[in-house]
């Protein structure tokens, strides 16, 4: 007969969270990674201050242009996060599991009264605990730097979109350390994982939007008698683009911070009547603008943690 579990298979869960999170917190290379963030990102609201404060009166929510002004040649703050989240997150995970192979530390630490269930959950909460405190320092830099050198404090209803855009930021870092655990049950060697989130991470990000419009091409050529044909395949290749956390989490960004945006997909002319071109949302309604994407964010952290611990649980570990 199978040897029943005794507690719960959560125990230690906690221990192994905060210990992989300190770990994480004392690591060098993590220290160098996040400089290059902080660095990167605080050169980028520096120097969009500068425009932004020569605008001042001209926008009601100037607060907000912090985090999407660009200045040549430094790209927008959202740009260098959508850029830089995923190599923090695959730097944080890619060596979670088989880091522990090459140690030589798996079957010691499952020794202890401690499951699967309890390591694996462990490593990847105490690497959203990491992101998650990355994230909030440097969100309250960036908008300290802004209430500083601008002189402007932000309303009430820009707090509650850059909040939502940090949530929105979160979801987007953590599907990408679900893609870095994957990684690293799937495959033995810390490096060959590191290797193949890394190729994800540029195929989705660099290449994806122009393999989005191949495919929905040869799917559905466009038919010059028939002007649906062309709706068609840009619908086709919008659901194509979005298999990429990059797409999601820039239209996620996109309503949550410019609030003038009311649509994420085609808009037809019959669609604009009685509209007021230009006039800013409401918080609650750019929320229900991006939920789909948040919702698709979560779900594909949901189904990428679950082969991470279908692929671990039907591993076989050896003293």
């Given at each position: 007969m199978p040897r029943q579990r005794e507690g719960s298979p959560f125990t230690g869960l906690s221990t192994i969270a905060l210990k992989e999170a300190?770990?994480?917190?004392?690591?060098?290379?993590?220290?160098?990674?996040?400089?290059?963030?902080?660095?990167?990102?605080?050169?980028?609201?520096?120097?969009?201050?500068?425009?932004?404060t020569a605008t001042v009166g001209e926008d009601q929510f100037l607060f907000l242009r912090l985090f999407t002004t660009a200045r040549d040649p430094l790209p927008s703050f959202v740009a260098f996060l959508g850029f830089?989240?995923?190599l923090v997150a695959i730097a944080l995970g890619f060596d979670a599991i088989?880091?522990?192979?090459?140690?030589?530390?798996?079957?010691?630490?499952l020794a202890q009264p401690i499951?699967?269930?309890?390591?694996?959950?462990?490593?990847?909460?105490?690497?959203?605990?990491?992101l998650a405190l990355c994230l909030l320092t440097l969100w309250l830099l960036v908008s300290g730097m802004g209430i500083l050198l601008t002189g402007l404090p932000p309303s009430g209803e820009e707090v509650l979109r850059g909040l939502a855009f940090l949530l929105a930021s979160f979801a987007y870092a953590g599907v990408w350390l679900a893609v870095a655990l994957v990684c690293?049950?799937?495959f033995r060697s810390p490096a060959t994982s590191?290797?193949?989130?890394?190729t994800l991470w540029l195929i989705l990000t660099?290449?994806?939007?122009?393999?989005?419009?191949?495919?929905?091409?040869?799917?559905?050529?466009?038919?010059?008698?028939?002007?649906?044909?062309?709706?068609n395949q840009f619908e086709l290749q919008q659901a194509i683009a979005r298999i990429s956390p990059n797409v999601l989490y820039g239209e996620m960004t996109l309503g949550l911070l410019n609030?003038?945006?009311?649509?994420?997909?085609?808009?037809f002319a019959n669609q604009l009547q009685n509209a007021l071109i230009g006039a800013p949302l409401p918080v609650s309604e750019s929320l229900m603008l991006i939920w789909p994407q948040l919702c698709g964010m979560i779900a594909a952290l949901i189904v990428l943690f679950t082969v991470a611990y279908v692929s671990f649980q039907r591993q076989e570990i050896r003293a």
């Open positions: 300190a770990d994480h917190m004392t690591s060098a290379r993590i220290h160098l990674v996040l400089l290059l963030m902080f660095l990167t990102a605080v050169g980028a609201v520096y120097a969009a201050i500068g425009q932004i830089l989240l995923p088989n880091g522990e192979y090459s140690r030589r530390t798996m079957s010691r630490v499951y699967r269930d309890a390591l694996l959950t462990g490593k990847f909460l105490g690497g959203l605990i990491v690293s049950t799937l590191a290797l193949a989130a890394l660099v290449f994806w939007g122009m393999i989005a419009p191949l495919i929905a091409g040869a799917l559905i050529p466009v038919d010059p008698l028939d002007p649906m044909t062309q709706v609030p003038a945006t009311r649509t994420l997909g085609l808009v």
